[in-house]
């Protein structure tokens, strides 16, 4: 009975008939629009396509396939809540343009998401414009030129690095047209504060620091480095992309830095790796509020939120709108989530997991770890022994551990380690996959190293030549 009604012929015709009116009518594009060649493109039929991507999405490996080690990365699991609620209709289908009486909940949400931030980081205010972590670097820094000029001080214009620091650094510096002074960093892989001392002067607006550093090694003179660059009156700035590592257990406002980014898009929960869209929101110190920039977000005497430009001082605007909103979303909901005590545990898992596999890696005797031994969220190999008894490097290893289903880790950074394998594990790897992960490494040193240095074997990519990827890239394909 129900097959019959349904299929029944005539009733299937007319159907079929009207819908094509009724789809040819809204689609009939005007003659002088319409194509006078045929598109060259392959023919496929739905199930081909299908395949097709559903294939390409399997070539591709994300958290969700497998450990993804990846240093100064953070690269970890996401709970799908945070993305669920990102997507619910009533966040996503707001304009920045709406008057804001009809997005009170939204501004309430950006609001106290600032106030979790600050208690986290241990900073007096936020802003949550930059779109990344590099982004919040040169908001950094436009806020300490901003600070020094304020007070007469604009001469200052040498920002102090450790040769530790992230390529961001560096870059967000000269960006802002800043003089940058790297300086070598000690036997444990920490500041040298004599020759902190030595580099500090009259000219220096700012000393930028990553804490734990990007070894994994904790500053633990942090509190003589903050004495000694606000005696020389320069800021001290906090590379918070590493927060990961001390969430609930240390706060870079009171190891006494002025200004702190955090990459929301690595420790709160949004997945990146694919190129955005991020979050690296800034914290600052009471002194440096009034630069901050426009619009903050203000909330009146009657509980209204409103988007406050009333900054006479202020840098002014560094970005359209507001900031990143479904990664701001994310993060807010994450914290929430997790709490204070969640935040906390994160931290110490992600230490710990750092602590067992480097232990179990240096174990085996076949990689070395140069510095200081105990690291927070990550470490750093040295493959040089390898190469310098098997002609292994460390491009060989990242390119073998593929060949083994595994993400590679981040190499050749930092520079001061030779053949640098840097390995951020992060809490949400169980012991059976960090095992696993070691495991591949053991058998790779022990490998043949013709097998090594001729790897990717098994995947549908084989080695490619990354000199000419950088230096003639090719950024079209043209479909013949
Ligand atoms: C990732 C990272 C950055 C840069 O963050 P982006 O969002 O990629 O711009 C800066 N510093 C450190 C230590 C990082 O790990």
Redesign the pocket.
């Known amino acids: 009975m129900y097959r019959s009604a349904i299929y029944e012929e005539p009733l299937l015709n007319e159907i079929v008939t009207s819908k094509k009116e009724e789809i040819n009518s809204i689609t009939t594009i005007p003659d002088s629009l319409q194509r006078k060649k045929n598109i060259d493109i392959p023919n496929l039929d739905e199930t081909q396509i299908v395949r097709h991507f559903h294939r390409l999405s399997q070539m591709n490996y994300g958290i969700d396939s497998g450990i993804y080690p990846l240093g100064?990365?953070?690269m970890k699991y996401n709970p799908k809540l945070c993305e669920e609620i990102a997507s619910w209709g009533k966040f996503t289908n707001i304009h920045p343009c709406q008057d804001i009486s009809t997005i009170q909940g939204n501004l309430q949400i950006l609001f106290e998401l600032e106030r979790m931030l600050c208690e986290i980081t241990g900073m007096d205010f936020f802003s949550l414009q930059p779109a990344?972590?590099?982004?919040?670097?040169f908001l950094g820094m436009l806020l300490t030129r901003a600070y020094h000029e304020d007070k007469n001080q604009g001469s200052r214009d040498e920002v102090i690095l450790p040769d530790t620091?992230?390529g961001?650094?560096p870059a967000s510096v000269s960006m802002a047209g800043y003089k940058l002074i790297e300086i070598p960093s000690n036997k444990d892989g920490t500041v040298d504060l004599k020759v902190l001392e030595e580099s500090l002067s009259e000219k220096t607006a700012c000393f930028m620091l990553?804490n734990p550093n990007?070894l994994g090694i904790f500053e633990s003179d942090i509190l003589k480095i903050s004495k000694l660059v606000h005696d020389a009156g320069a800021l001290l700035y906090y590379?918070g992309?590493?927060i990961n590592a001390i969430m609930g257990k240390a706060r870079p406002g009171d190891m006494g830095f002025d200004i702190v980014h955090l990459?929301l898009?690595?420790t709160f929960a949004t997945p990146?790796g694919g190129g955005g869209p991020?979050s690296?929101p800034i914290g600052v110190k009471m002194k440096l509020e009034k630069f901050l920039p426009i619009p903050r977000i203000g909330r009146t005497k009657e509980g209204k939120y409103i988007f406050d430009y009333d900054a006479p001082e202020s840098i002014g605007k560094i970005r359209a709108y507001y900031g990143n909103f479904s990664v701001l979303l994310k993060a807010y909901t994450y914290i929430l989530m997790m709490g204070r005590n969640g935040l906390k545990e994160a931290s110490e898992i992600a230490v710990l997991n750092s602590n067992y596999m480097k232990k179990k890696i240096l174990d085996s005797k076949l990689y070395e770890m140069p510095y200081k031994d105990i690291r927070k969220h990550e470490f750093v190999l040295s493959c040089e022994k390898l190469k310098q008894e098997k002609g292994i490097r460390a491009m060989d290893i990242a390119k073998r551990l593929l060949d083994y289903g595994f993400h590679p880790p981040t190499i050749y950074f930092p520079l001061i380690v030779k053949e640098a394998l840097m390995i951020e594990p992060t809490e949400t790897e169980s012991k059976n996959d960090i095992d696993k992960y070691v495991e591949a490494l053991i058998k790779i040193a022990n490998e043949d190293p013709v097998l090594v240095k001729n790897a990717p074997n098994n995947t549908s990519v084989k080695r490619v030549d990354e000199v000419s990827a950088s230096k003639n890239p090719i950024l079209t394909w043209k479909m013949i």
């Open positions: 100064s990365c953070t990344a972590g590099a982004h919040g670097e620091s992230h961001t650094n990553t990007t590379d992309a590493n990459n898009h690595k990146h991020g690296g």
